[in-house]
């Protein structure tokens, strides 16, 4: 049996000092203030859709267009989804890098999900920022019922 020694308390940690960076530091940060941000953004989008008004029924199309006429609703929504893949994407990146033992393995996973997350992130911020539910010159007959025809 050997004996060790205890370090006093509250001396440095030195276990992987050489390889550690600012960058796991601010990726921590960021975690939970996202998070926080993302309480009060989701809170307030499930507020807007499912307690005012009559609840999830009214959710169709007429209202999700009529919500993004509203910059307001675009940006707060555009946050909504930047915040919450982005905090998705860095915990997912966490427990790749944590359960991956394989370089290659770990490597392929971590493109694939950049590379969904910002195909996500792209398609969602296009979607909100080009909906057009009258679009000109469209059949009347396929129109929602809230545009004017003409």
């Given amino acids: ?3 060790s ?8 940690y030195t276990r992987h000092a050489s390889t550690r960076s600012k960058t796991e530091l601010f990726a921590w940060l960021f975690m939970r ?3 926080i ?28 267009a009529g919500k993004w006429a509203n910059p307001f609703w675009q940006i707060w929504d555009l946050v909504l989804l930047w915040l919450a893949m ?3 994407t860095n915990g997912m990146r966490t427990i790749i890098a944590d359960y991956a033992e394989r370089p290659g393995t770990r490597i392929a996973l971590q493109v694939v999900l950049y590379v969904a997350s910002a195909i996500i992130i792209t398609l969602g911020t296009l979607v909100i920022f080009t909906f057009e539910p009258c679009p000109v010159g469209a ?12």
């Fill in 139 to 150: 059949d009347p007959a396929l129109l929602a019922s809230f545009c004017t025809a003409g």
């Fill in 5 to 12: 020694t205890i370090p006093a308390p509250r001396t440095g």
């Fill in 33 to 35: 203030l996202s998070g």
């Fill in 37 to 64: 941000v993302l309480v009060v953004l989701i809170f307030g989008h499930l507020f807007v859709n499912l307690w005012l008004g009559d609840g999830v029924n009214a959710i169709d199309f007429g209202f999700v």
């Fill in 86 to 88: 982005v905090h998705g």
């Fill in 1 to 3: 049996m050997t004996a």
